[in-house]
């Protein structure tokens, strides 16, 4: 059973930091990408950034300049760094990771249990 859990959420003011962290466990052989998504009320979830299994990293642009994705490949782990909080950066964030539980596996999509960032102004 895999299992992603994160951690660091909370409250903040604007224009301070945050960082948020998750990592994976149980039967894990491969991650391909990892990717941090964030939720408002009665809104889709939409993807804040992502890192490969190679490094390369995507942020949207609400985020860019600001949030910085990294990940510990011999963790298991990936970190979310936000600065430059704004109030509309308030959500809960989930983390996602693409991955093959065992060798021969088709990959497939696990998730967080979520964390929230409150931002206030």
């Known amino acids: 059973q895999v299992q992603l859990v994160e951690s660091g959420g909370g409250l903040v003011q604007a224009g301070g930091s945050l960082r948020l962290s998750c990592a994976a466990s149980?039967?894990?052989?491969?991650?391909?990408?990892m990717n941090w998504y964030r939720q408002t009320p009665g809104k889709q979830r939409d993807v804040v950034a992502t890192?490969?299994?190679?490094?390369?990293?995507i942020y949207a642009d609400s985020v860019k300049g600001r949030f910085t994705i990294s990940r510990d490949n011999a963790k298991n782990a990936v970190y979310l760094q936000m600065n430059s909080l704004k109030p509309e950066d308030t959500a809960v964030y989930y983390c996602n990771a693409r991955l093959r539980p065992f060798r021969y596996s088709d990959p497939r999509d696990y998730w967080g249990q979520g964390t929230q960032v409150t931002v206030s102004s």
């Open positions: 149980g039967s894990i052989f491969s991650i391909n990408a």
């Open positions: 890192i490969t299994s190679g490094g390369i990293t």
